[in-house]
């Protein structure tokens, strides 16, 4: 059974940080890309950022214009967690954060499963 279950989330003000986890498992992790999809309220599912499968190859990240520069993505294969490193937090990054993985192995295809979410809450 797969499972992604998401941590790291909470209320935190303008230009402040957090570090959102993500613990994977029932499926070999290295093996997909993995993504940070949001949604923020009222709206729908924003991608947010991916990462590509883990292996000796080079690691490519991509990401929204609107968190490029604050926000990092990173994978740790020996723990099998997935990361969001967010800085210079806006009131505009307010959403629930989910993680997700692809849905074929080794290949860029759809959102496949995906955690139950993590709340991130920025205010003054």
């Known amino acids: 059974q797969v499972q992604l279950v998401e941590s790291g989330g909470g209320l935190v003000q303008p230009g402040g940080s957090l570090r959102l986890s993500c613990a994977a498992s029932g499926f070999t992790f290295s093996t997909y890309w993995m993504y940070w999809v949001r949604q923020a309220p009222g709206k729908g599912l924003e991608w947010v950022s991916s990462?590509?499968?883990?292996?000796?190859?080079?690691?490519?990240?991509y990401y929204t214009d609107s968190v490029k520069g604050r926000f990092t993505i990173s994978r740790d294969s020996a723990k099998n967690t997935l990361y969001l490193q967010m800085n210079s937090l806006k009131s505009e990054d307010t959403a629930v954060y989910y993680c997700?993985?692809?849905?074929?192995?080794?290949?860029?295809?759809?959102?496949?499963?995906w955690g139950q979410g993590t709340q991130v809450t920025v205010s003054s």
């Open positions: 997700a993985k692809d849905y074929d192995a080794e290949k860029i295809t759809a959102w496949g499963d």
């Open positions: 990462i590509n499968t883990g292996g000796s190859h080079p690691t490519y990240t």
